[in-house]
């Protein structure tokens, strides 16, 4: 990356803007609240306001000991970034948690919330949009926000923008020389001041011609200059100039390479997006992005990644739309899909299990596919798959949502978005993954109501309700609970409706509507009866006495824990059987039946000894304790108590016996 040189005036006049006093403080009006700082960096694309951002940020961060934050909220092809994921980025540079499905309203205020008392600054690259920027903005004064813009925020007040130009002559020179050497300028510094000038100073338009003339150390600096001025006038200046110039000279399979970049998910290449796009080898590909990063075209990156300058984005979707038919951008969109498909099925493949002394890949097809793959698509280790997916995770959604939002290509799209799904339950576990998961579990949805995929739509909204569930959003949950039984209904698939009901149910326990509750997971336990599910079936007889238990319903209670413990026994697991039962003598205490309790508590015990679960026994020991306290033989209470703290010692929380829904 070139150093960064000029713009010393606007680097003081930010610096000063700083400390700058508010409008509203000027003309006597109370702010609203206290908010942080904002200055704005103003230019066209091609104008090195990131640059200088950076370069400002560099100058001021010792002054902000909490670090540097970025996010960019426009994609190098135009589209603007969802609020909702640039406040994510932000959190996560924090280390803060962001929960799966949250709303742009929550974010903002958990930003603000971990921002307060500390003094950081956050760069906000490329903004569009006012309001995107307004809910990034910390209430914390001490914070720092740097937004670089094409035109000005309206609707934030004390902004004042600082408006880029071209670069003074010396400064483009220096620049046009840190790509062809001093040798060159010195040998002729007014071809350097012409070719300065033809550039209008523009830095991206100087960084394109000088790595043509690296690339080209016979050419003359002259002779640049004047080809450049007897080149028409474009609507781009300076910069499609350069542009053209620099392309006009590549070689064809170059030419088509670069022309097909921009279908790149979030203007993020590497050599397998390249080399599936332009259908060549890795290694040519490779060695394609290293020339173009030598002549500007694009930028390198870390772990080998580059990234497609946004100035260079429209020039170069306009030559796609030209000299590409649609056919060979679709069937390039398609190649590039299926590579990350493969590409993720190794990823996941080199993914460790939970548990130790398992083999890596956890089935046979999963192996085999592995074996299948050409070297180039296998990762040495798990560090390098789990690298390779942080580093690429913001291509990975873009290109899963690009899928989506096509059309055309729905099968590769579900295919993409299940393989990434497995990827990062694997690597991160679901829950590290859940809100990335949320939204890819919206995709599924989109393409399911889509092409009618009942089943699918079923599986999407079920794991939508279930991660609004985690977090809190019960209302939400069993809207879509109540929508996945609709869905797994029209798909006539009794798997999709069994958990739909059961979860139907356990929102309204979340509810504590018990009446609900108890009915719907009475649904659930008839239709897990009619099909001989005997799993299913004791699983929903405890969340049947959980219900009655809490409703106080202790017939009813009773009756449901004793099927669920017969079922148990038929399915020869005793630690379920030994939970049912220790519910079972808790309903009996609250019952006023301490006999019966104390009976069904020590048949418990014994079963909770034979399964090997010291922290049930434990607790039912602690239980049997307090019933016999109850019926008045405290030397018989004492000796329980001393048994429950030789199993798992003095502490009390370990002795707690949670409910079957916990």
């Given at each position: 990356?070139?150093?960064?040189?000029?713009?010393?005036?606007?680097?003081?006049?930010?610096?000063?803007?700083?400390?700058?006093?508010?409008?509203?403080?000027?003309?006597?009006?109370?702010?609203?609240?206290?908010?942080?700082?904002?200055?704005?960096?103003?230019?066209?694309?091609?104008?090195?306001?990131?640059?200088?951002?950076?370069?400002?940020?560099?100058?001021?961060?010792?002054?902000?000991?909490?670090?540097?934050?970025?996010?960019?909220?426009?994609?190098?092809?135009?589209?603007?970034?969802?609020?909702?994921?640039?406040?994510?980025?932000?959190?996560?540079?924090?280390?803060?948690?962001?929960?799966?499905?949250?709303?742009?309203?929550?974010?903002?205020?958990?930003?603000?919330?971990?921002?307060?008392?500390?003094r950081v600054i956050i760069l906000v690259d490329d903004a569009a949009d006012p309001q995107q920027v307004d809910a990034l903005l910390p209430d914390t004064p001490e914070c720092l926000v740097v937004v670089t813009a094409e035109g000005p925020l309206t609707g934030i007040p004390d902004v004042r923008p600082c408006t880029l130009g071209g670069l003074d002559t010396p400064s483009a020179v220096e620049l046009l020389a840190q790509s062809i050497g001093d040798?060159?300028?010195?040998?002729?510094?007014?071809?350097?001041?012409?070719?300065?000038?033809?550039?209008?100073?523009?830095?991206?338009?100087?960084?394109?011609?000088?790595?043509?003339?690296?690339?080209?150390?016979?050419?003359?600096?002259?002779?640049?200059?004047?080809?450049?001025?007897?080149?028409?006038?474009?609507?781009?200046?300076?910069?499609?100039?350069?542009?053209?110039?620099?392309?006009?000279?590549?070689?064809?399979?170059?030419?088509?390479?670069?022309?097909?970049?921009?279908?790149?998910?979030?203007?993020?290449?590497?050599?397998?997006?390249?080399?599936?796009?332009?259908?060549?080898?890795?290694?040519?590909?490779?060695?394609?992005?290293?020339?173009?990063?030598?002549?500007?075209?694009?930028?390198?990156?870390?772990?080998?990644?580059?990234?497609?300058?946004?100035?260079?984005?429209?020039?170069?979707?306009?030559?796609?739309?030209?000299?590409?038919?649609?056919?060979?951008?679709?069937?390039?969109?398609?190649?590039?899909?299926?590579?990350?498909?493969?590409?993720?099925?190794?990823?996941?493949?080199?993914?460790?299990?939970?548990?130790?002394?398992?083999?890596?890949?956890?089935?046979?097809?999963?192996?085999?596919?592995?074996?299948?793959?050409?070297?180039?698509?296998?990762?040495?280790?798990?560090?390098?798959?789990?690298?390779?997916?942080?580093?690429?995770?913001?291509?990975?959604?873009?290109?899963?949502?690009?899928?989506?939002?096509?059309?055309?290509?729905?099968?590769?799209?579900?295919?993409l978005v299940a393989a990434l799904v497995r990827a990062l339950a694997d690597h991160r576990g679901t829950a590290g993954a859940a809100p990335e998961l949320y939204g890819l579990h919206r995709l599924v949805l989109d393409v399911a109501e889509r092409r009618r995929l009942h089943r699918e739509q079923a599986a999407a909204l079920l794991n939508l309700a279930d991660l609004d569930a985690a977090t809190g959003r019960t209302q939400e949950a069993l809207e879509?609970?109540?929508?996945?039984?609709?869905?797994?209904?029209?798909?006539?698939?009794?798997?999709?409706?069994?958990?739909?009901?059961?979860?139907?149910?356990?929102?309204?326990?979340?509810?504590?509507?018990?009446?609900?509750?108890?009915?719907?997971?009475?649904?659930?336990?008839?239709?897990?009866?009619?099909?001989?599910?005997?799993?299913?079936?004791?699983?929903?007889?405890?969340?049947?006495?959980?219900?009655?238990?809490?409703?106080?319903?202790?017939?009813?209670?009773?009756?449901?824990?004793?099927?669920?413990?017969?079922?148990?026994?038929?399915?020869?697991?005793?630690?379920?059987?030994?939970?049912?039962?220790?519910?079972?003598?808790?309903?009996?205490?609250?019952?006023?039946?301490?006999?019966?309790?104390?009976?069904?508590?020590?048949?418990?015990?014994?079963?909770?000894?034979?399964?090997?679960?010291?922290?049930?026994?434990?607790?039912?020991?602690?239980?049997?304790?307090?019933?016999?306290?109850?019926?008045?033989?405290?030397?018989?209470?004492?000796?329980?108590?001393?048994?429950?703290?030789?199993?798992?010692?003095?502490?009390?929380?370990?002795?707690?016996?949670?409910?079957?829904?916990?």
């Open positions: 990356m070139a150093d960064f040189v000029g713009r010393r005036r606007e680097l003081k006049e930010l610096r000063e803007d700083i400390a700058r006093t508010g409008l509203d403080t000027l003309s006597g009006r109370k702010a609203k609240a206290p908010r942080a700082r904002v200055l704005l960096v103003a230019g066209r694309p091609g104008s090195g306001r990131t640059a200088l951002a950076e370069a400002f940020v560099r100058e001021v961060a010792e002054e902000y000991p909490g670090g540097v934050l970025r996010t960019r909220l426009t994609a190098p092809g135009g589209e603007t970034v969802a609020t909702e994921r640039a406040v994510r980025s932000l959190l996560e540079g924090l280390g803060r948690p962001t929960p799966p499905g949250a709303g742009e309203d929550e974010l903002s205020s958990a930003l603000r919330t971990a921002l307060e008392g500390r040798t060159r300028v010195t040998a002729d510094p007014r071809a350097a001041e012409a070719l300065a000038e033809e550039c209008g100073g523009q830095p991206a338009a100087l960084v394109l011609v000088g790595g043509w003339l690296a690339a080209h150390p016979k050419a003359s600096v002259a002779d640049v200059a004047k080809q450049l001025h007897d080149m028409p006038a474009t609507t781009g200046g300076p910069l499609a100039r350069g542009f053209r110039l620099v392309y006009e000279s590549l070689p064809q399979p170059a030419q088509r390479t670069l022309r097909l970049l921009p279908l790149a998910p979030a203007g993020i290449v590497d050599s397998h997006t390249a080399s599936a796009l332009a259908g060549c080898s890795v290694a040519a590909a490779q060695s394609t992005l290293d020339d173009f990063a030598g002549l500007g075209l694009v930028r390198s990156a870390h772990d080998g990644l580059f990234l497609l300058p946004g100035c260079l984005a429209p020039m170069l979707q306009a030559l796609l739309e030209a000299k590409e038919r649609p056919a060979e951008v679709q069937l390039a969109r398609a190649r590039m899909l299926e590579r990350t498909v493969r590409l993720l099925h190794s990823c996941r493949a080199m993914a460790e299990p939970e548990e130790p002394g398992v083999d890596a890949a956890v089935d046979d097809g999963l192996r085999e596919l592995l074996d299948g793959l050409p070297r180039a698509l296998r990762f040495p280790d798990r560090r390098a798959a789990a690298t390779w997916l942080d580093t690429r995770l913001p291509a990975l959604s873009a290109a899963a949502s690009l899928a989506v939002a096509d059309g055309e290509l729905d099968t590769l799209a579900r295919r879509r609970y109540r929508s996945a039984l609709d869905a797994g209904r029209a798909a006539n698939d009794p798997y999709a409706t069994g958990r739909a009901m059961e979860s139907v149910g356990g929102a309204y326990q979340e509810l504590t509507d018990w009446h609900r509750a108890s009915d719907w997971f009475g649904r659930a336990l008839s239709q897990a009866l009619a099909r001989g599910e005997r799993a299913d079936e004791a699983r929903l007889y405890g969340r049947l006495g959980n219900v009655h238990t809490y409703a106080g319903r202790y017939g009813d209670a009773l009756r449901s824990w004793r099927a669920a413990a017969a079922g148990y026994r038929k399915l020869a697991d005793v630690p379920g059987q030994a939970k049912a039962l220790s519910e079972m003598a808790r309903v009996q205490e609250y019952a006023g039946r301490p006999e019966e309790s104390l009976h069904t508590c020590r048949e418990a015990v014994e079963l909770a000894r034979r399964a090997g679960d010291q922290r049930l026994q434990a607790a039912l020991q602690v239980r049997l304790a307090d019933t016999l306290d109850r019926l008045g033989d405290p030397a018989a209470a004492r000796l329980h108590r001393s048994a429950a703290d030789r199993l798992l010692g003095d502490d009390p929380a370990a002795c707690e016996i949670r409910s079957g829904s916990d």
